[in-house]
């Protein structure tokens, strides 16, 4: 990973795995569809909701590496606004209030709809949602060196390891939605401690790249 300029690749895959035990808006939306339509509809959100996520991996990696390329200066700035975002996210999760089983009560009984427009759906939702956009341009950068030789393949190979991660998590959880939307319910402690454990990583992540000189 060193060759193509990608830091702390561990860290990473740390932190993404961290993400995705914690439930957000795209969670909620594959557990409604598992719990209103079956295995297949939540299975499909999930695959809906990553390729959202191939258009912000390319997105992120051709826009970062253009950036890079034209002024590094430029490309630290963004680095360092990222990382206090990521501080921020973190502290918004650590204070959080705990909403056990609201994210899906919300969206535990959407309305049914074919499997190709479930997909669709799903992914329209991830890609209009600012939030990730935000997130994929403040993440990415934290792991590839200001100097790194190959900036868009580095981005590109960091978003194919999200998407695959993310996917794999996605789909058990659709698959095992009914007993985790029925645990979550009674056990909103679990969530909580999830919301504090990456709320931390994000703000040692913040933090990091504060004192990071790459």
């Given at each position: ?10 860290l990473?895959?740390?932190?993404v ?31 809906g909701?990553?390729?959202?996520c191939v ?8 826009g ?7 002024s590094v ?12 975002y990521?501080?921020y996210?973190g ?7 705990s909403?056990a ?11 049914p ?13 991830n ?12 993440f990415f ?11 868009t393949?580095?981005f590109?190979?960091?978003g194919?390891v ?5 996917t ?17 319910g ?11 454990i990456v709320?931390g990583?994000?703000?040692a ?10």
């Amino acid at each position: 990973m060193h060759v193509l300029g990608i830091t702390d690749f561990g860290l990473f895959c740390l932190a993404v795995f961290l993400l995705n035990l914690t439930p957000g808006p795209d969670t909620a939306y594959i557990i409604g569809r598992s719990v209103a339509q079956g295995r297949a509809a939540g299975v499909v959100s999930a695959l809906g909701i990553s390729f959202g996520c191939v258009f912000h991996t390319l997105a992120s990696a051709f826009g970062l590496s253009a950036l890079l390329a034209a002024s590094v200066t430029a490309f630290m700035a963004i680095k360092l606004a990222g990382g206090v975002y990521l501080i921020y996210l973190g502290v918004k999760l650590i204070r959080q209030k705990s909403r056990a089983g609201a994210d899906v009560a919300d969206a535990g009984r959407p309305p049914p709809l074919s499997l190709p427009a479930i997909f669709w759906q799903a992914a329209l939702t991830n890609v209009m949602n600012p939030k990730v956009i935000l997130f994929f341009l403040s993440f990415f950068p934290q792991f590839v060196a200001h100097d790194a030789p190959r900036q868009t393949l580095a981005f590109l190979v960091l978003g194919v390891v999200f998407i695959a991660m993310s996917t794999l998590w996605n789909s058990f959880t659709a698959l095992a939605a009914g007993t985790l939307a029925a645990r979550a319910g009674r056990k909103p402690q679990l969530k909580r401690w999830a919301e504090r454990i990456v709320g931390g990583a994000f703000v040692a992540l913040g933090l990091r790249l504060a004192l990071s000189k790459n």
